[in-house]
């Protein structure tokens, strides 16, 4: 089946960098959208973005241009999100989700990873 | 940017209830819009697409309908399991964007 399993906890300091694997399994990588999707502790959803693992491309939300990288290596069927210049409003729950369609729905999640910023 | 605005933020309803929730698009979005429960703790789970197509799996008390800018979640018979909240996001345009959420809470 369907899986996308994601990379453990992080703590990171204000200012440095995160960056987030996605592992995915049960179909093709290189034939989905991967998206980027945060939660901050009792918020609601915040799409960030997403990237073609076939062609490369990607686009985010205009917020996290400048500080956003969303990689994928098709060997290793992973995408990774890079955020960086972290501040403590980035401490959050951020997750994939394979983009299904030419019109790509978010039809199935990883896990999640906590990134907490701290000092 | 496409505004997604729900209603209610919060819903208390009884195990048995019909409940409707409600999502408004600032823009027309056609039918590219979904729906999403989530439990405490966990991804968010995509029950409708479409804005009316259920996801293989969904139990058949939930259905969505709506196009344009107004779109409705419908949950007859609610059961125990349903207690979430729920989320809707249009994915007619980038960037994708959510409405803030309906917490469905037990009565």
């Known amino acids: 089946q369907v899986q996308l399993v994601q990379s453990g906890a992080e703590v990171k300091k204000p200012g440095a960098s995160m960056k987030v694997s996605c592992e995915v399994s049960g179909y093709t990588f290189t034939s989905y959208d991967i998206h980027w999707v945060r939660q901050a502790t009792g918020q609601g959803l915040e799409w960030m973005g997403w990237?073609?693992?076939?062609?490369?491309?990607?686009d985010s939300a205009q917020k996290f241009q400048g500080r956003i990288t969303m990689t994928g290596n098709t060997s290793l069927r992973t995408a990774y999100l890079e955020l960086t210049s972290l501040r403590s409003e980035d401490t959050a729950v951020y997750y994939c989700a394979r983009g299904r369609g030419a019109v790509a729905v978010p039809d199935s999640w990883g896990q999640g990873t906590l990134v907490t910023v701290s000092s | 940017d496409v505004q997604m605005t729900q209603s209610p933020s919060t819903l208390s309803a009884s195990v048995g209830d019909k409940v409707t929730i409600t999502c408004r698009a600032s823009?027309?979005?056609?039918?590219?819009l979904a729906w999403f429960q989530q439990k405490p703790g966990k991804a968010p789970d995509l029950l409708i697409s479409k804005a009316s197509t259920l996801e293989s799996g969904v139990p058949s008390r939930f259905s969505g309908s709506g196009s344009g800018t107004e779109f409705t979640l419908t949950i007859t018979s609610l059961q125990p399991d349903d207690f979430a909240t729920y989320y809707c996001q249009q994915y007619h345009g980038f960037p994708y964007t959510f409405g803030q959420g309906t917490k469905l809470e037990i009565k």
């Open positions: 823009q027309t979005i056609g039918t590219w």
């Open positions: 990237m073609n693992p076939n062609s490369g491309n990607s």
